[in-house]
């Protein structure tokens, strides 16, 4: 089975300008999350979807972080503009729906993101 | 809001000692628990998890954890720790039958010396 695949795996840029990261969950996994780890710290849940629907987006700054899931599949993250403290790894997972046999979820290998 | 204590945010023990990396939990409704590891440059993979099931759950590459209601706790520990344990492990809790969303705790570096 494929894992979450995600890409750019780092970005450097410069701050103000855009970035963006994309994510192609689990086949069959309808939710999907953005995670943001900041050096040093857990990872923190920036945007949670369930198919092409937002769950939980209450801890997204939504001034300049932007996050859709077309068709319900893929996801694209979006920053503009950047800024210092936006560098960190943005962690993408999914999980298929919850039973008891079925409460994990599993992380793409991340996108390290540098702002200077 | 669930939130969930790592004390300690480096731990070094000797080759082939107990390893023993805390966790509590402060949740209002009965949690799911979950340690995560993490090497470096990569994302993050379950070492275990506990669902309502048996109190003492066993993961992956010999960890353990117990879940301890009455301490709101879920500590994870091997009896012998190999060099390749050396990385950051999260612990983490979502709640019974509502989000699914993880709240982690800021993790515990654990290195291992020869």
């Known amino acids: 089975e494929a894992g979450v695949a995600q890409s750019p795996r780092y970005k450097i840029i410069e701050k103000r300008q855009s970035v963006a990261f994309w994510c192609n969950p689990i086949?069959?996994?309808?939710?999907l999350y953005w995670y943001q780890q900041i050096l040093g710290q857990g990872p923190k849940l920036l945007i949670q979807f369930q198919n092409n629907g937002v769950v939980d987006d209450s801890q997204l700054p939504k001034d300049r972080f932007s996050a859709e899931r077309l068709k319900g599949v893929d996801s694209t993250l979006k920053i503009q503009p950047a800024k210092l403290e936006d560098s960190a790894v943005y962690l993408c997972?999914?999980?298929?729906?919850?039973?008891?046999?079925?409460?994990?979820?599993?992380f793409g290998q991340g996108t390290r993101l540098t702002v200077v | 809001a669930q939130s969930v204590t790592q004390l300690g945010s480096h731990v070094s023990v000797s080759e082939g000692a107990l390893v023993l990396l805390r966790c509590n939990y402060s949740s209002s409704v009965p949690p799911y628990l979950f340690w995560y590891v993490q090497y470096p440059n990569q994302g993050l993979q379950l070492l275990l998890k506990y669902t309502s099931a048996a109190t003492l759950v066993k993961g992956i590459n010999g960890f353990e954890a117990e879940f301890k209601k009455s301490e709101t706790s879920f500590h994870l520990t091997k009896p012998s720790a190999h060099m390749s344990d050396a990385a950051e492990y999260f612990c983490?809790?979502?709640?019974?039958?509502?989000?699914?969303?993880?709240?982690f705790g800021k993790g515990t570096k654990l290195t291992v010396n020869p």
């Open positions: 983490a809790v979502s709640e019974w039958g509502g989000s699914e969303k993880l709240v």
């Open positions: 997972a999914s999980s298929p729906p919850r039973s008891a046999l079925n409460t994990e979820a599993f």
């Open positions: 086949s069959g996994h309808a939710t």
